[in-house]
């Protein structure tokens, strides 16, 4: 059994705090319980000495309950709270949640006291859910566990989707908002402060709870990344789709934003990378998460793939959803050449195309929507949805009926793809229809952005297959001293990673004779432990053709040090011959608090933190995530012969990513982050031409 369990599943709660007024948040608990018609055994417990509280027998102590107690609320003011526990753990209590506010969001001090109930909790082996938080839900139990003022005016219904939440107000909101579109509930959750359970282990325990199908989850931040990974990874092998809204940032650390992977990270790129990395979806907004979780839980199951066909009576609506599509990135796919052949001869004078706009003659045609659709759906047709705007005919059961029976007979035939309709509907027509695995939309921008946020979650579970799972061990030799470009080059060229044959002069005649060995044109870089970006002095000087220019590049890079940082460290100017071709890209390491070693990859040079077209990967990667986090950026473009241009070498360029996210998992324990900025792709190979190592 999950530790979890008595959570949802209790046969005693004791109510310590519980108040005979109905309205106080110790006597909301109750009352939604006993309106709901919750079985289990209420205890009422308050020091008042009252006998009753809401008609059942009160006690002063949860020592006092007789009979044994699984499941214990306490809502007594701050001081009391740990006495509480106390008792509690004496009792034999297996789970308890605190709504009392006034811990570990107060600061200092309500963090010391936080970290009391914690110990309390793990000496008995007690699972806490809060402090400060707002209760849970079980609807298949009638188990109102909350002091939720949503539950004055709604009953949340059962059904199979669970919600796991930090924010109380956002898990209330959510629920409501469930309720009122008639969308049925497993579980739901609120953790607040989460000094012991949190949602990443909630979902854990929702990816093999039997009634839940649909995981919705809200966080704010996560302590744990390596839990919240593997919940969303039990929650994909087992087949459930979870969709995630990351509300709220925390700060990147200090010492990580001396990089630039550092300070392009930030905390939402990482926690994206992640969630698609565990087969999860990031929804925008409440619509979004619900919509997706409500389609999910009809279909019963991913739509297969990213392509769509589209079937409309309105020309105009069906070039709103081929938009809607595109911008959401799924496909139309043109109709094969049978199915047209079948469409022309159905309907003559409409024009078989995808979206296909059957024009009003449909209605003239016996069955002529349920033929159309089922010509769709013929088995050549590569689409794993098919979307059917019917307007506005679900307001007319009646009218409905026959059209309606086709439809589920149709999806019956067709269990494995999704069938959507877009129309305007009574509510048993929806519900009748829900059943049957057809989801029902109104707005058809919201629709078709629902199947796209499923289809996506199908391609992501697909890809996690190809993940590394041979672990690396941690190096057990300390990092040398890394403070220059040079010594960060020297490193890296030990990792595996291509860099050029330089050379670090200290004065003018070294760094003339450094560039007739190389070959001019060559480049010329202040090296200084204290100059970390060498562009923001003009500390580089590139296209140095003559002896003439490379001695004067040396004494010019030294003056301008001089000048705009006068207390920095001077160890000379480097030499570095001179590459003229390929595209310039930036390679990094952001050392993740939460998650650990991130791998960025993006277009490179001084812009990269202005255009901010970069993403991220966990390490280490393997060649398939390598070439996928390319594929990702935008501006990959320019790697495979944009405008003409030769292609760069991708493996190389995937290789020294897979390299660099060895190193980083290797010395994850003592890397703050790292920069290859640019490592330029040639039409032959790749080369490091800057670096910069942070070392915690």
């Known amino acids: 059994m999950h530790s979890l369990e008595p959570l949802f599943f209790p046969a005693s709660v004791a109510l310590i705090g519980a108040s005979s007024d109905p309205e106080r948040i110790g006597g909301r608990p109750l009352r939604f319980m006993l309106e709901a018609g919750f079985q289990g055994r209420l205890y009422p417990v308050n020091r008042s000495g009252a006998q009753e509280i809401q008609g059942i027998k009160a006690y002063a102590s949860v020592l006092d309950i007789p009979d044994a107690v699984e499941h214990a609320i306490i809502a007594v003011p701050v001081p009391g709270v740990e006495a509480a526990l106390r008792e509690c753990a004496q009792k034999g209590v297996r789970v308890v949640q605190v709504f009392t506010a006034g811990f570990g969001e107060m600061g200092a001090e309500g963090m010391a006291l936080q970290n009391r109930l914690v110990a309390i909790c793990q000496e008995a082996g007690m699972r806490m859910v809060g402090p400060n938080a707002l209760g849970l839900l079980n609807p298949s139990t009638r188990f109102f566990a909350t002091f939720s003022t949503a539950l004055n005016g709604l009953q949340p219904r059962s059904g199979v989707i669970g919600l796991a939440t930090q924010s109380g107000a956002f898990g209330s909101a959510t629920y409501g908002m469930a309720t009122l579109r008639g969308i049925g509930l497993s579980r739901v959750i609120a953790t607040g402060n989460e000094a012991d359970v949190d949602v990443a282990e909630c979902i854990d325990y929702l990816a093999q709870d039997p009634e839940t199908r649909v995981i919705c989850a809200a966080l704010e931040a996560c302590k744990d990344g390596h839990r919240l990974r593997s919940a969303l990874k039990k929650a994909a092998a087992a087949g459930k789709p979870v969709v995630l809204m990351k509300i709220g940032s925390t700060d990147v650390g200090a010492a990580a934003a001396a990089t630039h992977t550092g300070s392009l990270a930030g905390n939402d790129a990482v926690y994206d990378a992640v969630f698609a990395e565990c087969g999860a979806h990031r929804a925008a907004s409440l619509e979004e998460m619900l919509d997706i979780a409500q389609l999910c839980a009809v279909l019963g199951h991913l739509p297969p793939n990213e392509q769509i066909g589209i079937m409309t009576g309105s020309g105009g609506i069906g070039i709103l959803m081929a938009d809607n599509a595109t911008e959401s990135a799924l496909s139309l796919p043109p109709l094969d050449a049978g199915t047209q052949a079948s469409l022309r001869e159905l309907l003559p004078y409409a024009v078989p195309a995808n979206p296909f706009d059957t024009t009003a003659q449909v209605t003239a045609v016996p069955d002529g929507i349920a033929r159309t659709i089922e010509l769709m759906l013929s088995p050549e047709a590569p689409y794993g949805t098919l979307f059917a705007y019917l307007a506005h005919v679900g307001l007319s059961p009646q009218r409905f009926q026959a059209t309606e029976q086709r439809l589920i007979e149709i999806r019956r035939a067709n269990s494995q793809r999704a069938l959507v309709v877009v129309m305007l509907s009574e509510a048993g027509v929806t519900e009748r229809l829900g059943a049957a695995g057809i989801p029902v939309f109104g707005d058809p921008t919201r629709a078709v952005r629902a199947i796209a946020g499923a289809a996506r979650m199908a391609r992501l579970r697909q890809q996690m297959q190809a993940a590394v799972d041979s672990p690396i061990a941690l190096a057990t030799d300390p990092l040398p001293r890394v403070e220059t470009e040079a010594q960060a080059k020297a490193l890296l060229s030990q990792a595996g990673i291509p860099v050029l044959p330089e050379k670090t002069c200290t004065s003018a005649a070294e760094a003339v004779a450094a560039a007739r060995a190389m070959g001019l044109p060559v480049v010329a870089k202040i090296v200084s432990a204290d ?166």
């Open 531 to 696: 100059i970390p970006h060498k562009t923001e002095v003009g500390g580089v000087m590139l296209g140095l053709d003559s002896d003439e220019a490379v001695a004067a590049a040396y004494d010019t890079l030294l003056s301008r040090a001089r000048t705009h940082a006068p207390a920095a460290r001077l160890d000379g100017v480097l030499i570095a011959p001179m590459v003229r071709d390929g595209v310039e890209t930036i390679i990094g390491v952001h050392q993740d608090p939460v998650f650990g070693p991130m791998m960025m990859f993006g277009l490179g040079g001084t812009t990269v933190e202005l255009y901010r077209d970069v993403a991220f990967a966990s390490a280490p990667l393997s060649d398939a995530q390598a070439l996928r986090l390319i594929d990702s950026v935008r501006a990959s473009a320019l790697l495979k012969g944009w405008r003409g241009a030769a292609p760069g070498d991708l493996p190389a360029l995937s290789e020294a990513l897979k390299r660099l996210s060895e190193f980083a998992v290797r010395y994850a324990d003592q890397l703050a982050g790292i920069d290859i900025n640019p490592f330029v792709v040639r039409a032959q190979g790749g080369v490091c031409l800057d670096a910069l190592i942070s070392i915690r």
